[in-house]
């Protein structure tokens, strides 16, 4: 089946969000809040096992803080410390603090000008994501279709539901597209809905398990749209 449209994750796939983004920005809402609570790089790395910054918070609670977590109404608390955090990870996008990863702009505009179809799927907040579009795609506008994200769907990765949500809003089945993914979890999740997926990995998801991928690099760097057509044709 010819390839029709390209679903792609977000964080740590289209630009490099987590150490210096997402992590910054829960460091920084736990200051503002007087939590005196900080995730270093190496335990937001085994932390990010978990998907949902709200989830993520609960998990650590859980483990590092149990007073905090036994106390009344955890989940509002947990609720508001995501809501201040999504509010400096935004002013951190907008600030252009988070660049692009190499070669996904440049793949996006080939997708484009030879007519693929574009979609997101992502564990990541709904407006997180329209920030970093809108702060690297101000002049053209946004690229992607369908732009599924965070608690649209029940289940956030390694469950499907992200990726069948985009699936059914494409109205495509899964062997036309491509999935493009950084992680483990995320790999499983668009296995899970059937889509053949590559992996761009980075420093934080090196070694990870990446077995069903159809192809695993190092980035999108020269990656171009007959790579991705001929990989996906063997798979
Ligand atoms: C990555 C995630 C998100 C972000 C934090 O999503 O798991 O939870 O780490 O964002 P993906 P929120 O790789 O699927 O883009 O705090 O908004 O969840
Ligand atoms: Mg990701």
Not at 73 to 89: E, N, P, S
Not at 141 to 164: L, M, N, Q, R
Not at 173 to 181: G, K, Q, T
Request: proline share 4%.
């Amino acid at each position: 089946m010819n390839l029709s449209a390209l679903i792609f994750d977000v964080d740590g796939t289209i630009a490099q969000t987590e150490r210096d983004g997402h992590r910054v920005a829960f460091n920084l809402a736990f200051t503002e809040l007087g939590l005196h609570w900080y995730w270093d790089e190496s335990l937001y790395r085994e932390l990010l096992k978990t998907t949902g910054g709200k989830e993520r918070i609960a998990d650590y609670a859980k483990r590092f803080q149990p007073e905090w977590w036994a106390m009344p109404d955890v989940q509002t608390r947990i609720a508001m410390v995501h809501h201040c955090k999504t509010k400096h990870y935004l002013s951190l996008i907008n600030r252009g603090n988070i660049p692009l990863r190499d070669g996904v702009r440049e793949l996006i505009a080939e997708a484009q000008a030879r007519g693929l179809r574009l979609a997101i799927a992502t564990t990541t907040t709904p407006d997180n994501v329209y920030g970093l579009i809108n702060t690297h795609f101000q002049q053209e506008g946004s690229p992607f279709e369908v732009i599924a994200a965070g608690d649209i769907v029940p289940a956030k990765k390694p469950a499907p539901d992200i990726y069948t949500y985009v699936l059914q809003a494409l109205n495509l089945p899964a062997r036309a597209c491509l999935a493009i993914e950084d992680s483990e979890v995320g790999l499983q999740s668009a296995l899970g809905a059937g889509i053949p997926t590559v992996i761009t990995q980075h420093e934080d998801t090196h070694g990870q398990d990446f077995t069903g991928a159809i192809k695993v690099l190092d980035s999108l760097h020269l990656v171009s749209i007959n790579d991705l057509m001929a990989w996906h044709r063997e798979s």
